[in-house]
């Protein structure tokens, strides 16, 4: 079976926040280093979750991204 890039990459996200859950939010550019994805499309990707409710969203100091249910 053929998995597309961008489900690939959205399952990749998904995994680290959930394996990642009990530590806060995640920065992008952590996700991005540990799964090797690349940067610009994960950000990309991560507004898709945050806006079909995957995911919430957290700006300022200690924001990142983390997911909206537990894992």
């Known amino acids: 079976m053929r998995v597309s890039a961008r489900s690939d990459y959205g399952l990749r996200a998904l995994i680290e926040l959930?394996?990642?859950?009990?530590n806060?939010?995640?920065?992008?550019?952590?996700?991005?280093?540990r799964r090797h994805i690349p940067g610009q499309y994960l950000d990309q990707l991560l507004t898709v979750l945050r806006k079909t409710g995957f995911i919430r969203s957290t700006r300022g100091p200690g924001g990142g991204h983390s997911l909206i249910r537990e894992p």
Do not use: K, R, T
């Open 24 to 33: 806060g939010p995640q920065q992008s550019s952590d996700i991005a280093n």
């Open 18 to 22: 959930a394996n990642n859950y009990d």
